[in-house]
């Protein structure tokens, strides 16, 4: 008979929140921004069809994460990648298709984030990733981050475009804004769900920036390396990041580990 918390750490389906996690997180929200662009304007698929067709791989890929019974890496970053595109096409969709403006869309989004927590919090009692051991709770995780994407596109096209910011200043602009977020958090000891979730909505944002500071043409105020460079290197930073977490497990959570508590717990 498999004891109560061996079950546990056997169905938590997410990893544990360490350096790892942050940069193959950022790396992924550059990819959302590079990749859409590339298939939706590079490879001339148009908005329309790029959103279904990303929307298509991104259930089927949700899908297998909700049927596995424990976090495997390859599994979980994939969804991460394709939620991303996802998220930042329906920004796209709403901004460049239907002619909402970047502030709407940002009210909106961040709206519709507030009552996924509101209502997993009144279902569930928590919001931390350290809990997500039941299908209910990881489908409330999964429609928090879709959100904290589209909205973390709308927020950085305002920075970026409508601000007049330009991309390497919104780059440090939500680089600070992260930095700031850790420093309440180690310092001030704020509350590490509310330290999460700030910074995981803040870095999409930055990953956006940095994919249009990398891809854009110079005279646009990139780097001009394209979304298909830029896309393919971030790409295989992921695929080799994650091949070295699938065989070294650093990333999985020990519910058992007395330490545990000392990472960014997300305790509620």
């Known amino acids: ?27 992924a929200t550059t ?10 304007t590079t490879l001339n698929l148009g908005l329309v069809l790029t959103s279904w067709v990303m929307t298509g791989l991104f259930v089927a890929a949700l899908i297998v994460q909700l049927v596995t019974r424990r976090y495997i890496p390859a599994v979980y970053w994939i969804v991460v990648v394709l ?63 879709l959100f904290t994407f589209a909205l973390g596109t709308s927020a950085g096209d305002l920075a970026a475009e409508a601000s007049k910011l330009g991309y390497a200043n919104s780059v440090l602009m939500f680089a600070g804004a992260i930095a700031v977020t850790a420093l309440a958090y ?6 590490g ?6 910074a995981y909505i803040l870095t999409r944002p930055l990953g ?11 005279a646009d105020g990139g780097l001009g390396l394209g979304t298909t460079v830029t896309s393919a290197i971030f790409l295989l930073t992921i695929l080799a990041l994650v ?9 999985v959570i020990d519910l ?10 997300l305790s509620s």
């Open 83 to 145: 939620i991303s595109v996802v998220g930042t096409l329906t920004s796209d969709l709403l901004v460049d298709k239907l002619g909402m403006g970047l502030k709407t869309s940002t009210m909106l989004f961040g709206g519709i984030l507030i009552l996924v927590f509101l209502f997993w919090w009144l279902s569930e009692r928590t919001l931390s990733v350290h809990s997500i051991v039941t299908t209910k709770r990881e489908l409330f995780y999964w429609a928090a981050i």
């Open 256 to 265: 058992e580990d007395p330490n545990r508590r000392t990472k960014w717990e």
């Open 193 to 198: 769900v509310l330290a999460f979730w700030i």
């Open 208 to 218: 956006a920036s940095m994919g249009d500071l990398l891809s854009q043409a110079k």
């Open 1 to 27: 008979m498999i004891k109560q918390s061996t079950y546990a750490q056997m169905l938590n389906k997410v990893p544990e929140v360490t350096l790892y996690f942050w940069i193959i997180k950022v790396l």
């Open 243 to 251: 091949a070295f977490l699938s065989i070294t497990k650093k990333d």
């Open 186 to 191: 180690y310092l001030f000891k704020i509350n």
């Open 31 to 40: 990819v959302g921004e590079t990749f859409a662009d590339y298939l939706s």
